[in-house]
């Protein structure tokens, strides 16, 4: 089964940047696209950014426009860059492999995760 590891975050202050990387131990080819999710302290683990292999991606609405999804397929790494850091972005990312049909649905085994926080 394919191992996800993410790694990259950090502490940095509102308005500034952190990029995000998410290395495979094995081949992802069983996926057709891999996405990140956050779990905010006291909240639910929500989708953040999907990337289908075709290239095609999806945002959540919160980080439009802020956070860029893609893949470095040589590398076997999936990267999140995350731009205009906010408060609220203060969360644990994981990385996933999965399934886009009509949306995309998660499918690899949850890894440690990268804590990324914030501050105001």
């Known amino acids: 089964q394919v191992r996800l590891v993410e790694s990259g975050g950090g502490t940095v202050q509102a308005g500034g940047s952190l990029r995000l990387s998410c290395t495979a131990s094995?081949?992802?080819?069983?996926?057709?696209?891999m996405g990140w999710y956050r779990h905010p302290p006291g909240e639910e683990r929500e989708l953040v950014a999907a990337?289908?292999?075709?290239?095609?991606?999806s945002y959540a609405g919160s980080v439009e426009g802020r956070f860029t999804i893609s893949r470095d397929v040589a590398k076997n790494t999936l990267y999140l860059q995350m731009n205009n850091l906010k408060p609220e972005d203060t969360a644990v990312y994981y990385c996933?492999?999965?399934?886009?049909?009509?949306?995309?649905?998660?499918?690899?085994?949850w890894g440690q995760g990268t804590q990324v926080t914030v501050a105001s």
């Open positions: 094995g081949s992802t080819s069983v996926f057709n696209a």
């Open positions: 990337l289908r292999f075709t290239g095609v991606t």
């Open positions: 996933s492999g999965g399934w886009w049909g009509t949306k995309y649905n998660p499918q690899s085994r």
